[in-house]
């Protein structure tokens, strides 16, 4: 940018670079990229604009007459595109008004080629997903043991790209944790540069820029196998494949548009029905086997609880769970207890609400009777403890009551209650924890341990 001004011998309105956002050093502010494009489309002042990618495509500036080139590009496809910036037409008053009254009419435009951009070999554009056939796991694996060409490697690149954008944040961070810090879009990229040419150039060379034909073909196959060994260390650990595989499974989802379904019978199948027995069969056999690993166990086993269980407690028994058996989630225990104890399962609560895990585990212990949303538990308890209270002489106003009643409810969706719980919703819009010291006094703190144990049981 320096060059160009001294050369024609204009100021910092005449040449701009234009980036995501450029520093202007008249305003000592920063302009937004939209704002450079519309000037240079517009402005007789502004006459040469320097960027990277950021008009090359999509973005139509009719006056441009001169595209100079000072990097190559690989792709046929964007270079044409590129080259097409140039091709826009327009009245000659619309070119005088922003090129001056010299302008006649735009009739041709110039490519100004200073790195032999129009001369090198170009591809076309492929998709990553070059090998749909092959199954996840299947893929991970053969990169494991040693299947590491192109096609294998941009298949697996968009795999991981996709699977990131389709998992909660809880999964992503733990896949994270197992591939040592890197992400699965970390992952992808680094795949794709094993097989980008210019990457693996830079690679043999050391030098940015370096072209291909600069180097000599050993050089780069050695470059190119360093680029990929690096790019394929994290998959040799069997943790990570197997944690990508469930992943990816529990994402999947096939849809059926053809088939019309009929109803054919009602009922519980046979086969269903043993199918159940097995999954809660094997449920209880975990859960016995590791009741003294898991905390949320050892408090669930003991009668009484030797101590209150926690959201992160029953958080850490649904993730083990889930690691072992993906199908042990709350709704297929919840159905499956359904369809082998039909007489003494009632009711169903919000779709996958953690907290009726406690019912699952309390049922398969056979420490209750009937199998009831976890929430329908602390509601009656509650009534219980409303009818003692009152029986004891105990009376509440209308405003604590409904304070007892937000209280319950936050117990029976997290388990406990804190007092720093009620500097959230919906505890905050009634005042939060000020509000609730008005109500029951110093009597709070004791209040909420009494809930504590008294709702969960």
Not at 165 to 184: D, F, K, V
Not at 315 to 335: I, P, Y
Not at 384 to 399: M, R, Y
């Amino acid at each position: 940018m320096h060059l160009v001004r001294i050369v024609f011998g204009k100021g910092n309105d005449f040449a701009k670079k234009i980036t995501y956002k450029t520093y202007n050093p008249e305003t000592k502010r920063y302009e937004k990229s939209e704002t450079l494009i519309q000037e240079f489309r517009t402005s007789p002042q502004l006459r040469i604009a320097v960027t990277v990618d950021m008009i090359a495509t999509g973005t139509d500036i009719k006056p441009l007459e001169c595209l100079l080139f000072l990097r190559d590009i690989r792709s046929r496809t964007y270079f044409e595109q590129m080259k097409g910036r140039g091709t826009r037409i327009l009245t000659p008053t619309d070119l005088q008004a922003v090129s001056g009254a010299d302008a006649r009419a735009k009739t041709h435009f110039y490519i100004i080629d200073a790195v032999g951009v129009c001369e090198s070999d170009k591809t076309d554009s492929r998709p990553l997903e070059r090998q749909r056939t092959v199954p996840f796991d299947k893929l991970l694996l053969g990169v494991a043991l040693g299947k590491r060409d192109e096609d294998t490697l941009t298949t697996l690149a968009g795999r991981l790209a996709r699977l990131q954008r389709e998992l909660p944040p809880s999964e992503t961070q733990r896949l994270t944790e197992l591939a040592g810090g890197r992400s699965l879009s970390d992952l992808s990229a680094v795949l794709l540069r094993a097989v980008d040419p210019d990457a693996i150039a830079v690679q043999a060379t050391g030098k940015p820029g370096t072209a291909l034909n600069g180097v000599a073909p050993a050089a780069l196959e050695q470059a190119r196998q360093q680029l990929v060994t690096a790019a394929c260390a994290p998959f040799d650990l069997p943790a990570l494949r197997d944690a990508l595989t469930k992943a990816k499974q529990e994402t999947e989802q096939t849809i059926d548009r053809v088939t019309v379904d009929k109803i054919v019978s009602q009922g519980f199948d046979p086969a269903a029905k043993e199918k159940a027995q097995s999954l809660l069969q094997s449920f209880w056999t975990y859960i016995e086997q590791h009741q003294a690993e898991i905390t949320a166990l050892q408090i669930l086993y003991s009668r009484p609880y030797k101590q209150r269980l926690t959201e992160p407690m029953l958080k850490e028994l649904e993730e083990k769970l889930r690691e072992q058996h993906a199908a042990w989630t709350e709704d297929n225990l919840w159905s499956a207890f359904a369809a082998t104890h039909p007489g003494k399962v009632q009711g169903r609560s919000q779709a996958g609400r953690f907290a009726d895990l406690v019912s699952l585990v309390r049922f398969a212990l056979e420490q209750q009777p009937v199998l009831e949303p976890f929430a329908a538990s602390v509601t009656t308890r509650f009534n219980e403890w409303l009818i003692d209270k009152a029986q004891a002489g105990v009376t509440f106003t209308p405003d604590q009551l409904a304070w007892l009643n937000l209280i319950r409810d936050h117990i029976a969706t997290s388990l406990s209650i804190e007092s720093q719980d009620f500097d959230y919703a919906p505890f905050n819009q009634r005042g939060g924890l000020g509000k609730a010291y008005q109500l029951f006094g110093e009597q709070l703190l004791p209040l909420l341990d009494e809930l504590n144990e008294v709702l969960v049981g």
